[in-house]
């Protein structure tokens, strides 16, 4: 089956740091990516997505980098705020094959006033 | 421009009684996921589904859960003979394209269901 995991359940960082958020997935056909953000008691919101012939996208205060070497996906959030406090999932599927779209556990967001 | 509307927020079953999860998609959108949630778990595909099909429930127990798509309405989510392994909050999501185009799904808030 697939797998989908973070290398870690919580990060903790000051109001106004980058944040960085890593997820490794483990199927080397994998070829689109999604990050999304859950608050608590709510659904996950879409934040940026990469396709796997990308390595960088960036958005608003975000950037996705993709590294299809080592099957590594990463979130990096500039000038970190309060209100992104809150569990951060990425998620692949598989162009071709995938009906399912996989998800990892999520990292918990911490953001210190 | 109303985003995936799921009814209800919260629903409490007595163990052996039905539940019944709505979802309505975001307009122009007529593919629908429903997912499954347990505390400090990543997100499970249940089933897959467009207007008035089900194209992928692998991910749905053979017995007891249903979806449905119809053509006009929301999706509905079916749980026959509730059990406490049940109690879950479950997502649906909806999304433009099929899963392999390369288009985001967008989530609705959830049902929490709890089975007493």
């Known amino acids: 089956g697939e797998s989908v995991g973070l290398h870690l359940p919580t990060l903790s960082v000051q109001e106004g740091d980058n944040s960085i958020i890593n997820c490794a997935y483990s199927n080397s056909a994998s070829d689109y990516f999604i990050w999304y953000k859950q608050e608590s008691g709510k659904g996950p919101q879409f934040i940026i997505d990469i396709r796997s012939n990308m390595d960088k996208r960036q958005g608003q205060r975000v950037t996705v980098l993709l590294n299809k070497t080592v099957k590594h996906l990463s979130l990096q959030i500039a000038a970190t705020q309060p209100g992104d406090s809150a569990v951060y999932f990425c998620a692949e599927n598989t162009l071709n094959t995938g009906n399912q779209f996989y998800f990892g556990t999520g990292t918990s967001l911490t953001v210190i006033p | 421009n109303a985003g995936v509307m799921q009814n209800p927020r919260h629903l409490v079953r007595r163990r052996g009684q039905e539940a019944r999860l709505r979802c309505s998609p975001m307009?122009?959108?007529?593919?629908v996921y429903w997912y499954r949630q347990l505390p400090e778990e990543g997100l499970k595909f249940m089933v897959y589904l467009q207007k008035e099909n089900i194209i992928d429930e692998s991910g749905m127990p053979k017995e007891r859960f249903s979806a449905e798509f119809p053509k006009e309405g929301p999706s509905i989510l079916r749980i026959q003979q509730v059990v406490r392994g049940d109690s879950a909050a479950y997502f649906c999501?909806?999304?433009?394209?099929?899963?392999?185009?390369?288009?985001?799904?967008?989530f609705g808030d959830g049902t929490r269901l709890s089975i007493l």
């Open positions: 999501a909806s999304s433009q394209g099929a899963p392999n185009s390369n288009q985001p799904q967008h």
């Open positions: 307009k122009g959108h007529s593919h």
